[in-house]
């Protein structure tokens, strides 16, 4: 047995077989404070809610979370920002060691292999990734794994392009970050993040049109369309323009970085992950402006992962049997 | 270490070729400079030269073939100078001036050819870092495993090139806080939402081992199977029907 582990800005989702099956465990990676009072903690228990109690607050835990801020009309916290542990975030490590705790359960046996996902060094802001990676390790070893860890956009890869000898490029859009690799045989050739992605979307869509960033989120997690034909001054307009510019910013800096590397002349087949990946219409825009700036590698196709959410957990765990014994 | 003292000698070979600028500017050294004002400038001037690229070959390391190429230059710059000094003004004049000039110059190209090959072997392998494992791939033959057997680990030459060891953390601090008290839903060991679907992931890691080790290719671009399936059509346009039956049947 092994376990694969996508830590994500938004959701953290544990992977395993079970015989035949692939079991997906998911978390929101997110919490809310509330006050302490006995009425709302026998409220919280009798709604069966995971939270933690400390000193005179409630910590509510995970999609609980999501829903209490709803009724409190409250925002919730994140022990990670752009794709790494949050440095503004005192709670951060004990919140999300009890996150990752639930949702990747206790070992099968001593020393299981786990392979966690991790974000690539960004290549347009000064965050450094280390710190948030061995703290991880740290964490899921404590938890009596034996962990390690790989690149999202390789994950992606692992997970989607067997079918051509792992070679294409993966691009995890996420909420925090986009991370992107380019590999030939397994073997990355170019990877990197962007420290951008569906929060940053969320955050400037929130800006221009004045709106809470929970009821952007809402929106564009519901029912939203990508496309150019929007009203003016709507929150899908706004959506639709920072989704154009993320997916023009992260196609020219592909470009650039393979451009630096000699990538081999064989087809690079793209595949398209994560949260921020799921907006119908997502794909064609990114075809639109492949085709526009052009790379320089022969794309054969354009494809979204088959689950983007669960992509980088299934990557991770086809990584972890490969070590298993 | 050894960058310290590449620099070090870099430093003391442009502060002797200054110094000797200076002395040149300071006796205003003309055809009939008294002989010892001519020797210490253009000794230190002639040493400070060899000094500097001496000091760039240091900072660019040595290998072994340009070590003794690099320290021959610099003996027979050396040599030179010491020449001069010995000669001028008494014996200056040809064809010594010539031999001891020819001596200087043998020296410095030694040297410079040192720097230069040193600047070559980097630009080859820092591009050969990426492409080498691909090549080996695509060969798959005896002398392409022996490669492999003396190339690095594929990790540290793709996406990560300068990646150092990173320390092993054990995280003592990372004990909850003494306060925490957990609800009541986390009593369970496993919480989040479950989604279950059939799948074969092992075949995929079976898969991706067998990549790695190299027994898996990639298919061709599209464009070598357009030239492939046009050349196979043309044939069959210029192949009779019997022969079409001869080799196709029906």
């Known amino acids: 047995m092994a376990k694969g582990l996508d830590v994500g800005t938004m959701n953290i989702v544990c992977a395993e077989m079970e015989g035949e099956n692939v079991v997906f465990v998911q978390q929101r990676n997110a919490f809310l404070e509330l006050d302490y009072s006995d009425l709302t903690k026998m409220m919280l228990d009798n709604a069966n809610v995971q939270y933690v109690i400390k000193g005179d607050k409630i910590y509510v835990l995970g999609d609980d979370a999501m829903k209490f801020a709803t009724v409190f009309r409250k925002s919730t916290r994140r022990p990670m920002k752009t794709g790494i542990l949050s440095p503004e975030e005192k709670e951060a490590v004990p919140i999300i060691k009890l996150i990752v705790e639930k949702v990747l359960g206790e070992p099968n046996y001593e020393n299981e292999i786990v392979c966690l996902s991790s974000p690539a060094n960004p290549i347009d802001s000064d965050i450094e990734t280390t710190y948030h990676r061995k703290t991880m390790e740290a964490l899921v070893k404590k938890l009596g794994y034996n962990p390690f860890t790989i690149d ?15 070679t294409g490029i993966g691009i995890s859009f996420g909420a925090g970050m986009t991370n992107v690799t380019a590999a030939y045989f397994a073997a990355p050739i170019v990877s990197f993040s962007i420290a951008r992605g569906g929060d940053w979307i969320d955050e400037n869509a929130a800006k221009a049109t004045g709106t809470p960033k929970e009821q952007v989120c809402a929106i564009k997690e519901s029912n939203f369309e990508l496309k150019y034909e ?4 709507s929150v899908e307009g706004a959506l639709a323009i ?36 799921k907006p119908r219409g997502f794909k ?3 075809e639109e402006k492949i085709s526009q700036v052009g790379l320089p590698v022969d794309v054969s196709q354009i494809r979204v992962a088959k689950d983007p959410l669960f992509s980088v957990a299934r990557g991770c765990l086809i990584a972890a049997k490969t070590k298993e014994e | 270490m050894r960058y310290y003292s590449a620099s070090f000698i870099f430093a003391v070979g442009v502060g002797l070729l200054i110094l000797g600028l200076t002395l040149m500017i300071t006796f205003q050294l003309h055809y009939g400079s008294e002989p010892f004002k001519v020797e210490i400038t253009f000794g ?16 660019l390391g040595y290998r072994k073939y340009s070590m003794i190429v690099t320290i021959l230059g610099f003996v027979l710059s050396l040599l030179a100078v010491g020449a001069f000094i010995m000669l001028y003004p008494e014996n200056w004049y040809y064809p ?24 070559v072997v980097r630009i080859i392998e820092s591009s050969a870092r990426t492409i080498k494992k691909i090549v080996i791939h695509e060969r798959g033959s005896e002398i392409a495993k022996k490669a492999e057997e003396e190339l690095p680990p594929l990790e540290a030459k793709f996406a990560f090139p300068t990646k150092a060891e990173e320390p092993e953390i054990a995280l003592k601090d990372i004990t909850m806080p003494p306060d925490l008290k957990p609800g009541k839903a986390l009593e369970k060991p496993r919480i989040g939402k479950m989604v279950k679907v059939k799948d074969e992931v092992g075949s995929y890691a079976e898969k991706l081992i067998r990549v790695r080790e190299g027994e898996l290719k990639v298919k061709k671009t599209d464009s070598d199977i357009l030239e492939v399936t046009k050349a196979l059509k043309s044939i069959e346009e210029r192949m009779g029907k019997e022969d079409k039956k001869k080799i196709f049947g029906g």
């Open chain 1, 152 to 166: 999202e956009g390789l994950a992606i890869i692992y997970s989607e392009l067997a079918d051509n000898s792992f």
């Open chain 2, 96 to 119: 010594n001036v010539t031999y001891v000039a020819v001596v200087y110059a043998l020296g410095l190209i030694m040297l410079f050819s040192s720097s230069f090959a040193e600047a």
């Open chain 1, 230 to 233: 929007v009203e003016l001054g």
């Open chain 2, 44 to 59: 230190i001037i002639g040493i400070s030269i060899p000094i500097i690229i001496h000091g760039i070959n240091v900072m």
């Open chain 1, 242 to 277: 920072y989704y154009d510019y993320l997916i023009t910013y992260v196609v020219e800096n592909l470009k650039r970085k393979l451009t630096e590397v000699t990538p081999p002349q064989v087809d690079f087949p793209i595949v398209l992950a994560g949260g921020t990946s």
């Open chain 1, 284 to 286: 064609r825009i990114f």
